[in-house]
């Protein structure tokens, strides 16, 4: 199982990034794909997960800190996520990583099965 984000880099306070994981070895439709943050000196951040397509409803779920910011979506065609990151705020700097669970929906934890490599994002003026 492979997962490859991309699309990080600088941007500027309220600013926007889309982030993109391709996923490999593995049904992205069937399983819950997220994104995890981990800012320098701080713990992970669950930030936004999105259910299976397949068995659930592809519902999906986002950190009180980035909601109404931030906005999840699938290519199925591409087996790719998306994480859409608008009106970034510098206390949105760190790598993001994507993740993929063994099971369709979401875990509450950001405690997934698979992980890709992570992508910095930095915002910053």
């Known amino acids: 199982v492979q997962l490859q984000a991309s699309g990080g880099g600088l941007v500027k306070p309220g600013g926007s990034l889309r982030l993109s994981c391709t996923v490999s070895?593995?049904?992205?439709?069937?399983?819950?794909i997220g994104w995890v943050r981990q800012a320098p000196g701080k713990g992970r951040e669950g930030v936004s997960c999105?259910?299976?397509?397949?068995?659930?409803?592809?519902?999906?779920y986002y950190a009180d800190s980035v909601k109404g910011r931030f906005i999840i979506s699938r290519d199925n065609t591409k087996n790719t996520v998306y994480l859409q990151m608008n009106s970034l705020k510098p206390e949105d700097t760190a790598v993001y990583y994507c993740a993929a669970d063994a099971s369709w929906d979401c875990p509450r934890d950001p405690d997934y099965n698979y992980w890709g490599q992570g992508t910095q994002v930095t915002v910053s003026s």
């Open positions: 070895g593995l049904n992205p439709e069937d399983r819950a």
């Open positions: 999105i259910d299976s397509s397949n068995i659930g409803l592809g519902d999906s």
